[in-house]
Nanobody, 122 residues
Framework: QVQLVESGGGLVQAGDSLRLSCAAS????????MGWFRQAPGKEREFVAA????????SYANSVKGRFTISRDNAKNTVYLQMNSLKPEDTAVYYC???????????????WGQGTQVTVSS
């Protein structure tokens, strides 16, 4: 049974940093892409960042580019999201995913974590 467990969320002030972690279990994921989506109150879920199976290719939403960094450790079946220079608009529930895909109005993944809350105060 595949399980994704996120950790590292919390309440911080604008300009602070947080590091989210997501530990995957149930099988090896070294051949899968991994990524993060987020959903703010009253808003649709949106793509944040993704990383390919090797860690060699990453992609980011324009809103987080230059501030967030995604990485992975295949030996630990873990993906990370380093978030710097946080802004109040980054406040959302962040979801870890396996094989994420997305379009202008939809998000999809093979597996989802339960989500971790990130709140950024101004």
């Amino acid at each position: 049974q595949v399980q994704l467990v996120e950790s590292g969320g919390g309440l911080v002030q604008a300009g602070d940093s947080l590091r989210l972690s997501c530990a995957a279990s149930g099988r090896a994921f070294y051949r899968d892409s991994m990524g993060w989506f987020r959903q703010a109150p009253g808003k649709e879920r949106e793509f944040v960042a993704a990383i390919d199976w090797s860690g060699g290719t990453t992609s980011y939403a324009n809103s987080v580019k230059g501030r967030f960094t995604i990485s992975r450790d295949n030996a630990k079946n873990t993906v990370y999201l380093q978030m710097n220079s946080l802004k109040p608009e980054d406040t959302a529930v962040y979801y870890c995913t396996i094989n994420p895909t997305y379009g202008s109005s939809w998000t999809r993944a093979d597996y989802w974590g339960q989500g971790t809350q990130v709140t950024v105060s101004s």
